[in-house]
């Protein structure tokens, strides 16, 4: 039972995270509190009992319930009721079905099956979030009490002769510790009625099960085992030396899922229209003469429509003084509450360009003091130019790098921008339409290729943000050059090897202060000098090649590393399969950088 009790709660907790994580990235519109609400539902039970009656199904029933709760605001306190009634159902096969000490054919039957109700009344917390428009709201119910649990007898029996076949004695139990796990939403009609729908899981630990004395069971049945009948067909036999029959009534869960509708009635407090007792969250976004309105700014692209987070956003009289500011959240809001009556100027930026700004008249504050509503207003970013998001990792990780020199160079038209990419390797570039950009990081310690992106394959109605990843290598770092193979006993450049060695070549163009060691491995067949001499002409061959490609020699080292560094246990006298040796002939780069 605890360990049920421990999973369900878990399973509860880790869905209540997610929603105070939605609700603590969401904006409300209005902090409507200390209010209570009443919501009668009827709905559908689908109840699972774990007590082992393998003929006996729980059939679905109907479902009545009241919840009165209380909010202060986000969160709050509630108190549920539920009436719930099941019927269990026989599902023992009578046909074809006989006594094999007669034998006799069985065709009379006696069937009780009685309903089960079970009574619920539990307490616990709630989290709540309204929509924009005060119209939907979602909450997120848990309870904890007990309930009752009564009925369920089913009793199946042959009459002629009378022979008890299935038979399960019920529950009286009144009180089963139960969890409830709910969710809801609700529609408002109007600021105080709504309607409303919704699902839970409820589970009731350890029901005890009734004894039937007469019956000296708690529950039991016969099974059944194939026959044939005296006309010589097949026929259900039952098997009486293996009854099986439960003397110990169990403590066995039982719990159910079940959907419900119902209505809502909020009872919240009246505002008056023209005089404020307090100003504070309590009227907000409602507006009065002395506490002012809420101010929902909504910042969003002209061309897309998306909605722009991290947006800073001003509220400014006609003088240009600031009167309230913010950033939007990642739903592309900011709120600005108990703003008084007056005449104002919204203005947004967002990574340094500036949003069209809109202006608030006093009139609208007084159709904000007629409705109750906040004043909606919203932004436009005009610019045409795309936003690049770059993130700059080491390569072969997601691990982002802080203080790389990320260089921005415009192939069209001449130009370079630069920027430093912040504590997660993010940073931040503005792309012209129709472009073709280089991208390259430069930081002590690291080395990168130069990378190019082109705006031509974006189009800006559709989008406006680009995501890029970069890397970055760590210098001293063995780079495996997968295609730099030799002929036997040969340190000729192969046409295949030369796509490789033209990536270091374009590594030390694009970096112009390394150097690179270019290292050849052998495997242990052979002798070591042997090897130690072909693995140095190698690594002199792919020098040489460098070379023509105008790379300076003071750049190059060769390293002919042998036999001396394999990768694996195939050294001299080991019994090792031909790709195992294969893997230890290698050539590998190390760029250095300069000190």
């Not at 109750?372 to 932004?379: A, D």
Request: aromatic residues 10%; proline residues 4%.
């Amino acid at each position: 039972m605890m360990n049920n009790l421990k999973n369900t709660i878990k399973l509860f907790v880790v869905a209540l995270v997610c929603a105070l994580s939605f609700t603590s990235n969401a904006q409300q519109l209005e902090n409507e509190t200390n209010y209570f609400q009443l919501s009668p539902r009827i709905g559908y039970d689908f109840p699972s009992y774990n007590n082992n009656t393998p003929y006996i199904d729980y059939k679905g029933g109907l479902d009545l319930g009241l919840s009165l709760d209380y909010y202060w605001n986000t969160f709050g306190l509630g108190f549920d009721f539920d009436y719930i009634k099941n019927k269990p159902e026989s599902t023992y096969p009578t046909d074809n079905l006989y006594d094999p000490s007669g034998p006799t054919l069985l065709t009379n039957f006696n069937l009780t099956e009685d309903n089960i109700s079970r009574l619920f009344f539990g307490i616990g917390p709630n989290v709540q979030f309204r929509s924009n428009s005060r119209k939907f709201k979602t909450e997120i119910n848990t309870r904890f009490g007990i309930a009752s649990i009564k009925g369920g007898r089913t009793y199946l029996q042959s009459t002629t002769p009378v022979i008890p076949l299935n038979f399960h004695a019920g529950y009286k139990d009144s009180g089963v510790f139960t969890f409830k796990g709910q969710v809801r939403f609700t529609y408002f009609l109007s600021d105080n009625f709504g309607i409303n729908a919704g699902a839970y899981y409820m589970r009731h630990f350890g029901a005890k099960e009734l004894f039937d004395t007469p019956l000296g069971v708690s529950a039991g049945y016969i099974p059944i085992v194939d026959g044939n009948s005296a006309n010589g067909g097949p026929s259900s036999d039952l098997d009486f030396n293996n009854a099986q029959l439960r003397e110990k009534p169990c403590d066995c869960d039982i719990s159910s899922v079940g959907v419900f509708a119902g209505i809502t009635y909020k009872f919240s407090k009246k505002v008056k229209e023209d005089v404020c007792e307090v100003c504070g969250e309590d009227h907000m976004p409602r507006c009065c003469a002395t506490c002012g309105c809420g101010v929902t700014v909504t910042a969003r692209d002209k061309y897309t429509s998306e909605t722009l987070p991290l947006t800073d956003v001003v509220l400014t009289d006609l003088n240009g003084n600031i009167v309230q500011s913010g950033i939007t959240n990642s739903y592309g809001v900011v709120v600005f509450n108990d703003v008084a009556e007056a005449d104002y100027i919204v203005k947004g930026k967002l990574y340094d360009v500036s949003l069209e700004e809109t202006s608030i008249t006093k009139d609208e504050f007084k159709a904000c003091k007629k409705d109750g509503n906040s004043i909606q207003k919203v932004i436009e970013y005009g610019d045409l130019n795309f936003v690049l998001k770059g993130n700059v990792v080491e390569c072969n990780t997601d691990k982002g790098i802080q203080g790389v020199d990320v260089v921005l160079k415009n192939t069209v038209n001449p130009g370079q921008k630069n920027t430093l990419s912040d504590a997660k390797g993010d940073f931040i570039f503005h792309l012209k339409q129709a472009s073709i950009f280089l991208l390259k990081g430069n930081k002590n310690g690291y080395f990168s290729n130069e990378v190019s992106i082109t705006t031509n394959d974006y189009d800006r109605n559709k989008s406006l943000f680009i995501d890029f990843e970069m890397c970055v290598n760590p210098c001293g770092q063995a780079i495996k050059l997968d295609n730099i193979i030799f002929n036997l006993d040969k340190w000729d450049i192969l046409p295949a090897a030369r796509p490789d060695l033209d990536y270091v070549v374009k590594l030390m163009q694009d970096n112009p202060t390394i150097s690179v060691e270019m290292s050849s491995h052998t495997d242990s067949r052979g002798s070591n000098p042997y090897n130690q001499t072909l693995s140095q002409k190698r690594a002199e061959s792919t020098i040489n090649y460098l070379m023509t490609k105008g790379i300076s020699r003071a750049r190059l080292i060769a390293r002919g590393a042998g036999e001396t560094e394999l990768l694996n246990q195939c050294a001299d006298g080991a019994t090792c399969a031909e790709n195992e040796h294969t893997i230890n002939r290698r050539t590998e780069f190390k760029v250095i950088c300069p000190q």
